[in-house]
């Protein structure tokens, strides 16, 4: 199920690039024989759900992986790329963060999104506002605006990839990812806000309800390798993806969100900090299709390190799907030492 911890150091650095010259890691080794042992255990306590768990050294790019050479649904962690791209456009000047977007009926996308619930009430914002919720609110009808303004999800899938970031893809805008997962036709006005959005989905007979989420799973399509993630995170922590503005704003975005604090967040010691995006899709006839949660630790003594954990087609409940995680998260200090 994983990859032997050396291979996978040498494989994520040269997808990250050289690292600075002169620059050694200062941390210990993370502790394979722990992270082999207890995350195994994590994974088939988690069965029959999959689980893809990475963690890098952010000081020299060390790397241990589960089931790391997997694509997994990335539900809303793609915001946390969207936010960066959006900012990449603010740094070459084709972007202003006080610009000022008018939302239409077109614009709307399905729950979860306050931005949706307050239309037509409130059809105006900045793009600043725009990426506040987008990445802290996780709204979706603010980062699908966001996305048509800079060209749309092939648009940021190729930014990526012009930064050196693979195995993110990037396809479908939320509107359309989210009724595709539960076989419904494209969305409507009328669907606005989760109670009508449900009603909606559980219109659709139970069997072309699981038969699309079958194939939601097995979709490339708006998926992330732990490679990616890491790659991602790794340049983002350095500094090497947006201009230091630009990152510090979107750190402090992703260090003030208000969803899966209960997640990786709940695993560590209290002197710890994590900024970090999570994502989920809503459950279905008894079943999750992706529960994650990607972002960057900081120790109390300064060490760093990027975490990715993805929970795929689980029939566990929420409460269940937390413990997974923050479990996951007290094995990693307990690696990194």
Known sequence: MHRALALIAVLTLAACG??????????PPLDAAILDQEIGEIAARAQPASMEIAVQNLDGGEMWAWNGDKAFPMQSVFKAPLAAAVLSEVDHGRLSLDETITIGEPDISPAHSPVADAWPRVTTYTVRDLLERTVSDSDNTAADVLMRRIGGPGAVTAWLRGQ???????????????????????FRIAWKGWPAFEAARNAVPEPVRRAATARYLADPRDTMTA???????????????????????LLKLMGDTRYGTSRLAAGLPPDARLVHKSGASATDLGLTPAVNDIGIVTLKDGRKYAVIVFLSATPRDERAQQDIFADVMRVIVKAAG
Do not use: H
Not at 18 to 27: D, F, I, L, N
């Open 18 to 27: 050289p690292a600075s010259p002169g620059v050694q890691p200062m941390s």
């Open 164 to 186: 050196g970031v693979k195995d993110i893809r990037i396809d479908r805008y939320e509107r359309e990812l989210q009724p595709n997962l539960y076989g419904m036709a494209s």
């Open 227 to 249: 490679s990616g993630g890491l790659t991602f995170l790794r340049r983002l922590s350095l500094g090497q993806l947006i201009s230091p503005p630009s990152t510090a704003l």
